[in-house]
Structures are given as structure tokens and as C-alpha cells.
């Protein structure tokens, strides 16, 4: 049944029927319309004080829930300042959309005020954008929006729609069905290739699941723990796969990659077998690609057929849904069993567990009993405990924090992996809580990119979105002070943030409605990280002053081999002659 509205009203209309329950945005001119009926909806809006701030909270949501987050924003400037979330979610597929107000459909073109050509300016970072100036296409371009976020391998839509169509009378009608000519993800993979799969994996002596962030995605990690405990395998997570097997298990190696475990780098280096599944052989992860697990044969599981071959040759590539791929690579290997064939990896699983127990995680703690940030980030771990959900910036307390905190669960660790962005953490956590209000939500962040983007306090402060901010505070950009110490000859240019003087943080989270804790002592940090815990009616901000000469290790400097690992300045892992596998074909 159509019903006559305002294209505002049918907008509104069409988002509920989508099943939106939280828009994070801003109104600005071309996108008020759409504020009056939103006045009247079921739809809980959140006023964000940035919409950079909306679209990673969108982001936050997405990734905590698995649901579509949305986020809202005027014409031109408002449009642009959603550009970063977008490149982001882009880049670790996060399901979203964003609806843009564009200025009226007479005036497109004539760079009218606050006009931008937003869907030109990301045509490059969405799955996909439209451009809506008829009122009759606001329901369908809704119902197609969320479906192609939200399918196949999921990523972010923009829908601009001009101001005209927002204002001009329209009959409302949910399609009952979608038509989307050429849009055909591929979900079930095909079973040649699996069995081909099946008979490499059989075959191999050295093989390794190199896990990514599609598992999490495909929400496959229970059929992924069943693959890895059948087999016997090494697993191996991402910097976005982190927590789809669970850190505590046996067979899990850590993460790889530029700053890896020793065990998983050393793993992937030295496999006759790469099983990769939801993963794209990220530079991070693969160092200089000419020497990367150079005996290694591939094969490659992605829902995204572009990712498949794209950096590394493939032996068998795999179309499909992670989720189905496990799947049915485990009734083909139970099949093989059945008959009498296993693979045989006995040996090399002790190889594997003799460099794990050898080179396992740690850190020096600084000689001046000042406080070591990888031991705030481990007690923040131990004590807010693995069904908390973590959120990070980007830089060297992202790293700690992948590697410090134990995760036994997917959707726990939300982070800004492909893009890097600073200032992801606070707007992610605000979103993240806001889909899981149940869940403690600790927003890991840097003292650098904490200054991006805290003005989101003030909107968790106003929303009752109780997250918890650690601040990992070095007062210095700390990842580049690390290159700098490492290969600029300790010449610090411009990352010195003067952070412990200006701002206070702790005074800072109390102008922005939040309680404001401080710690520099090793002694202090359980019982400040239990009293922000006991906390949970207001945000809470703790600045965690730390040692600033901290690194991340191991380290794999960029664009050198895996082989070149070093696991503290100049120290690199060293295998004896007894631990070496031999090649066997």
C-alpha cells in the first residue's frame, strides 16, 4: 500500500524498514529536511560533535554488532568530513551507510553554497554510491544501499540526496523485491576447488591458517576453531582477525606481520602451505613480497574475487563466503579421514611450539620505576577481561594492544587497520557501546590521537554512553619517535606533543561531563583501572602516563623481509640447526 509524504518523510520511512535503530550525525542546510520527521521516529539519533565522529561511531557500531551502522550529514563541508570513515570502512570492509544532503537538483553544478560533488569524491572508497534527486527513488535506493553494505564482502554506501527531492511530495513504497543487474556475490564456493584445497592440505608437512579479518566478518570463527582443532594446524590472526581464534589455544601463534609474534612470523616464513582465508596479503603482514614464505604454495579463500592473486600467485583460489568455505573444507577433510587420509604435521607443530615457548611476547620495564605502557594495556586486559570490548587508535598503543590483551572472542577488537586513522578510538567506542550497551567498552588510545577527535566525550557525556578512555600518554607520536629513534638518528622532528603539561586530560574530561583519573605509577595501575571499572553511569578518561622511549617489538622494518624479524633493538631470533625443519617435497 503507497501513502503520500514528503520525499524527508519517505527517507526517514525507509531507513526504519531497513532496520536502522541509530543514525550518528549532524544537520546542516541540504539535509534539514530529513531532521523534522526524524523528530517523530523510532530511530534514536545520536548529535555527534564532528561527522567524522559520526561515521567512525557508524563504524564502531558495525563492527561490535555485525548490524549496518549508519551515519547523516549535510551538503559539501559536512559531506567531505565524512570522507575518512569512509576510506576506512572502504579498507576493513565495514558495513555502513551514509546519507549526505546534497544541495537542491536545479542547482547541482553551478557550485551553489556548501555544494560538493560528494559522489564523485568517493567513488573510490564506497562498494558503492548514488546520487538521488527524485523523490519516488528514495525507498529503493534505501533497500539497495543496505543490502549492498551489508552482502557479499561488506562495505560502505553513500546516498546523497538533494535537498529538492527531500522537500517535494512523493508516494512511499517498500520494494518488495531488489534488481540489482551485475550484483552477484559469490557465497557457496565451488567444490572442485575445495577438494583441491582438501588434497594440498593433506599433502602438505608445514601448513598454516593465516586467518584475516573476513572470518570475523563471515562470523565464522566457530566453524574456524572446528577446521583448526580437526586438523591440527597452526593459526595464525590479523591485526583484524584478532580474537577469531581464541589467544589462549594451543595452536594459536599470534599475530603476523610488521610487528608479529616470532612464532606466527617465523611460521608463515617458513610454511609449505599458506591457508588464507578472508585475508589479502597485506604489505603489513607480508614485509617485502619477493622473499615472503618463499616455499609456501597458496590457497586463497575471499568473498572478494578481486583480492585473490591480487599481491601473491595462487595454487588454488577459492570464491565464497569464509563461513561456507570452512564449512565445507571440513566435511571434505572429515571425508578423507573417513578414508584413511590425515595429514602429518607432528613435527612441524613442535618446531612451532619450541619457538613460541622461546620467543614468547615481552618488554623491558623501564630502569627509572617509571611506568612501562605494555603493562597498562596487559593489566587493562587481565582486568577488564576478554568479553570487554577494546576500540584503539592507530600507532604504537594499536600495537601493544593487539598484543598485550587476550582475546577470546570476535567483534571485541575494533580497530582502523588498513587505513590507519588516528582518532578512530573514542568516536568507535561511542558507537560500539551504543550497539552493545551491555558490554564494558575501553577506548585504548594515544595521547596524539585522543586530541583528534575527543570532542565525542561531550556527546557520550550528553547520550549517557558510559565508554571508558585509557590514554596511553608518551606525549609524543610515538610510532614516528620509534622510526625516528630507529632510522633518523634520533632526530625527533615535530612528535613531541608536550601532552603531560597541555591539556590536562584529567581536567579536559571533567569540562566534557566525564570523571577524569590520572596514573604514573606501577603500583597505582590495577586499582586506577578498577576504579574506572566501577564507574559506569558517565564516561571515564584515565591518563596513563608512561615511559615515552617504549617500541613495539618484534619489528619487521618496512619494505625488508620477515626473515630480517628483530624482537628487541638488533636482537633478531636465532633457530639451531635441531629446531630446522628440512624442505621435504
Given amino acids: 500500500m503507497s501513502e503520500q509524504m514528503t520525499g524527508a518523510q519517505s527517507l526517514i520511512r525507509s531507513l526504519e524498514a531497513a532496520g536502522t535503530e541509530h543514525i550518528f550525525g549532524i544537520p546542516g542546510g541540504a539535509i534539514l529536511p530529513a531532521y523534522d520527521p526524524l523528530m517523530d521516529s523510532s530511530i534514536r539519533h545520536i548529535l555527534v560533535r564532528h561527522e567524522q565522529g559520526a561515521g567512525h561511531a557508524a563504524q564502531g557500531y558495525a563492527a561490535a554488532t555485525g548490524r549496518v551502522g ?33 544541495v537542491g537538483a536545479m542547482q547541482i553544478g553551478t557550485d551553489a553554497f ?54 517535494a511530495m512523493t508516494t512511499y513504497a517498500w520494494p518488495a523485491e531488489l534488481n540489482l543487474p551485475g550484483y552477484r556475490p559469490v557465497t557457496r564456493p565451488h567444490s572442485k576447488q575445495i577438494r583441491e584445497a582438501a588434497k594440498l592440505i593433506l599433502g602438505a608437512r608445514r601448513p598454516v591458517l593465516y586467518v584475516g579479518g573476513g572470518v570475523i566478518r563471515a562470523r565464522a570463527s566457530k566453524e574456524l576453531r572446528i577446521l583448526a582443532e580437526f586438523t591440527g594446524m597452526p593459526v595464525v590472526t590479523t591485526l583484524m582477525a584478532r580474537g577469531a581464534f581464541p589467544d589462549s589455544h594451543p595452536q594459536h601463534l599470534g599475530m603476523p606481520g610488521m610487528h608479529g609474534t616470532v612464532p606466527a612470523v617465523a611460521s608463515l616464513q617458513r610454511s609449505d602451505l599458506i591457508i588464507s582465508l578472508g585475508a589479502r596479503f597485506d604489505d603489513r603482514v607480508t614485509g617485502n613480497l619477493d622473499t615472503f614464505a618463499p616455499g609456501a604454495r597458496i590457497i586463497h579463500a575471499d568473498i572478494d574475487p578481486a583480492e585473490i592473486g591480487k599481491n601473491r600467485a595462487v595454487d588454488v583460489p577459492i570464491v565464497g563466503d569464509c563461513r561456507e568455505v570452512i564449512g565445507d573444507l571440513i566435511v571434505a577433510l572429515k571425508a578423507e579421514a573417513d578414508a584413511g587420509h590425515t595429514g602429518d604435521y607432528e613435527a612441524w607443530v613442535e618446531f612451532l611450539a619450541g619457538v613460541k ?51 577470546e572472542h570476535p567483534n ?38 585522543f586530541q583528534m577527535t575527543n570532542q565525542e566525550l561531550a556527546t557520550c557525556a550528553i547520550n549517557d554512553i558510559p565508554i571508558k578512555v585509557a590514554i596511553i600518554n608518551n606525549e609524543s607520536l610515538g610510532m614516528v619517535r ?26 579536559l574530561a571533567e569540562a566534557y561531563g566525564c570523571v577524569g583519573l590520572a596514573c604514573e605509577s606501577p603500583e597505582d595501575v590495577d586499582a586506577t583501572i578498577t576504579k574506572a571499572m566501577e564507574i559506569n553511569d558517565v564516561p571515564v578518561v584515565v591518563d596513563f602516563r608512561v615511559h615515552r622511549d617504549a617500541m613495539v617489538w618484534p619489528m619487521v622494518a618496512a619494505g625488508t623481509s620477515n626473515d630480517d624479524i628483530k624482537y628487541a633493538r638488533d636482537m633478531a631470533p636465532k633457530f639451531d640447526d635441531d629446531d630446522d625443519l628440512e624442505v621435504r617435497p
Avoid at 76 to 98: E, F, I, W, Y
Wanted: proline fraction near 7%.
Fill in 70 to 102: 549508519v551515519c547523516m550529514a549535510t551538503s559539501g563541508p559536512g559531506a567531505t568530513n565524512l570522507v575518512t570513515p569512509l576510506a576506512d570502512a572502504h579498507m576493513d570492509s565495514v558495513p555502513m551507510v551514509a546519507v549526505t544532503g546534497q
Fill in 114 to 167: 556548501q555544494e560538493a560533488d560528494i559522489r564523485g569524491i568517493t567513488m573510490p572508497i564506497t562498494k558503492h554510491n548514488f546520487l538521488v534527486t527524485d523523490p519516488a527513488d528514495i525507498p529503493r535506493t534505501v533497500a539497495e544501499a543496505f543490502y549492498i553494505a551489508s552482502t557479499g564482502r561488506p562495505g560502505p554506501v553513500l546516498v546523497d540526496v538533494a535537498k529538492s527531492a527531500l522537500q
Fill in 357 to 407: 615457548k622461546k620467543y614468547a611476547l615481552g618488554y623491558d620495564k623501564p630502569t627509572d620505576g617509571g611506568l612501562s605502557p605494555q603493562y597498562v594495556i596487559e593489566r587493562l586486559g587481565a582486568i577488564a577481561g576478554p568479553e570487554a570490548i577494546y576500540t584503539s587508535g592507530v600507532g604504537q598503543h594499536q600495537m601493544w594492544a593487539a598484543q598485550f590483551i587476550g582475546y
Fill in 412 to 449: 571485541t577488537w575494533i580497530n582502523s587497520g588498513g587505513l590507519g586513522t588516528m582518532g578512530f578510538s573514542v568516536p568507535a567506542a561511542m558507537g560500539a557501546k551504543v550497539g552493545m550497551p551491555d558490554s564494558t567498552v575501553w577506548s585504548i588510545d594515544g595521547d596524539g590521537c
Fill in 482 to 507: 620509534q622510526w625516528q629513534t630507529l632510522f633518523y638518528n634520533e632526530r625527533y622532528s615535530n612528535t613531541d606533543l608536550h601532552s603531560k603539561r597541555i591539556p590536562d586530560f584529567v581536567k
